[in-house]
């Protein structure tokens, strides 16, 4: 009874929308519509790790990563710099994805370093 009685009242909270949304807690949208992204640095220069299968494909994900920065850039005044690394899927990805170093050649299918401000 109390089991149903939890799940029900948890059910009208988030229907009714007493609990705070998940958009008001989430940062800014670097990496809306790219996975799997990684994001790390400060507000005056910010780094994008996201993952690619070609070289085409890398350039869609930059492409896309750079107009959420713009986006973001436009709504929060931050960040001045962006630097976006396109690594290959697979090895290079699990070496460099959450790592805060630089990719090497050999694992980067892209990088774009921008002023935004």
Known sequence: MIRAFL????ALTVL???????SATAG???CRG??????GGDAGRTWLHASASSKAR????????LRNAG????????????EI????KGSCWRKYGNAMIR??????????ERKLS
């Open 85 to 88: 690394w396109v690594v290959k």
């Open 58 to 65: 890398a350039r869609v994900v930059a492409a896309r990563l």
């Open 16 to 22: 009714l929308g007493v609990a705070p949304a998940a």
């Open 28 to 30: 800014p949208p670097f």
């Open 71 to 82: 986006t973001v850039h436009r709504r929060y005044h931050a960040p001045e710099w962006i």
């Open 7 to 10: 799940v029900i009242s948890s």
């Open 103 to 112: 990719p090497s050649r050999a694992c980067t299918y892209k990088h774009l």
């Open 34 to 39: 790219v996975k799997p992204c990684v994001i």
